[in-house]
């Protein structure tokens, strides 16, 4: 079973930048997709940001132009660097693999964004 965990969240100011990172407890391989998703209470979680280990990345409308997602194979990582953020992003990001073996999630990490 691999686990995820994430780090980097916190709060920031609106305009700020922070950068999530998300490390699997072993190697995930190629042939998967990581990404970032993100949840605001009573709503459903919404996808943010993927990427394959090819490199190809995927965002949602919302965070295109202001969040870069990028991965580090030999190291398991996957990073979610954010910029301009906005009240509006504030939420708990999750990391998720989907992997040929599975899906695996994070436990979570808060980004709050002050006004």
């Known amino acids: 079973q691999v686990q995820l965990v994430e780090s980097g969240g916190g709060l920031v100011q609106a305009g700020g930048s922070m950068r999530l990172s998300c490390g699997a407890s072993?190697?995930?391989?190629?042939?998967?997709?990581m990404g970032w998703y993100r949840q605001v209470a009573g709503k459903e979680r919404e996808l943010a940001a993927t990427?394959?280990?090819?490199?190809?990345?995927k965002y949602d409308d919302s965070v295109k132009g202001r969040f870069t997602i990028s991965r580090d194979i030999a190291k398991n990582t996957v990073y979610l660097q954010m910029n301009n953020l906005k009240p509006e992003d504030t939420a708990i990001y999750y990391c998720?693999?989907?992997?040929?073996?599975?899906?695996?999630w994070g436990q979570g990490t808060q980004v709050t964004v002050s006004s």
């Open positions: 998720y693999v989907n992997a040929p073996w599975g899906i695996a």
């Open positions: 072993r190697r995930i391989g190629t042939g998967n997709v």
């Open positions: 990427i394959t280990t090819g490199g190809s990345t």
